[in-house]
């Protein structure tokens, strides 16, 4: 099996004074890249956040959870509609749209943003996935158009603590054998 | 970075005779079965499917996409929204829904199936992304519960092609920082 999916961990805490640097950050974004998605639409964007202020007002909409504070980076990963929807309709996306198209590109991305994440930790670094936030107030922090999705937060650093793994279902809760 | 990112390709022509080992199948589920997902929710179910009927079927509905029957195996990845919702309330979730959990469950699911792609090509297997078919008509032909929705069919075998790399937009295109 491949080792970082064996050894990656959620890390909520990080070395506090040592940055990443910057060509690894740039191999993580290539590896994101890579990922394959529906007729190769790549509605992936992604903002490398390392101001103080902006860190701060992220880790607020996200419930205030402080240890976020920790991680020198943020990258916060985005999905855009209009690699799907050329139409030039004014959309507002939010945690209730129905659109199919936001499906699809959710898909696409987190399947992106996991790239990046196996990448981080194969450089060494580690990662926490956060999605606790609505859309309305981190694209206002980001000045995010509105058409635009947030699917997720990644803190990015060099950890300070190594997790045990998490329990998991039992394969034979997840898995059959063809049909449901 | 790691090799499987770089070198994984979407594969649509299988070597026919060539089944894939029980064993490779179980080390796929175990490495979907690692992936993180929102509060450890773990909403992934997976169908291994070799029946030639079924996977006719699968490929009928996939709008004919006949490449489809050179796999031997296709596993189709479901996402199930009781994970987060527990009351017993009934649910038809279809492309058009609107649930802010239907986009969470979308979201782990598709990470739990890149583990699983990654992982393939790492075991000298290939595999396809394939979503282009109605979530009624592949949750009838796999007696599948209105309330789960369907993430994708990976096609799986013995690769038969050694497609080029597709183009993916340049990085300056899809990488901001500190704000859009």
């Known amino acids: 099996m491949i080792k970082e999916i064996q050894t990656r961990r959620s890390i909520r805490k990080y070395i506090d004074a040592k940055l990443v640097e ?12 890579l990922a394959p998605s529906g007729s190769n ?9 390392k101001s103080d202020l902006t860190r701060q007002r992220l880790a607020e909409i996200s419930h205030h959870q402080k240890w976020m504070l920790s991680a020198p980076i943020f990258i916060v990963c985005i999905a855009d509609i209009r690699s799907r929807i050329t139409e030039d309709i004014a959309m ?4 209730h749209s129905p659109e199919p198209e936001l499906k699809q590109i959710i898909r696409d991305t987190a399947i992106a943003i996991e790239h990046l994440v196996l990448c981080a930790e194969n450089l060494g670094l580690g990662t926490c996935w956060v999605a606790w936030y609505s859309q309305d ?7 995010i158009p509105s058409d635009k999705y947030v699917v997720g937060i990644i803190t990015l650093g060099y950890p300070d603590e190594s997790p045990k793994a998490r329990a998991r279902k039992k394969l034979e809760d997840i898995l059959h054998y063809e049909i449901w």
Chains 1, 2 share one sequence.
């Open 92 to 95: 507002t996306l939010n945690e």
């Open 41 to 49: 639409t790549q509605p992936w964007h992604f903002i490398i956040v």
């Open 22 to 33: 910057d060509e690894k950050i740039i191999a993580l974004m290539e590896s994101a890249r």
């Open 137 to 143: 107030e981190i694209r206002t922090i980001l000045n």
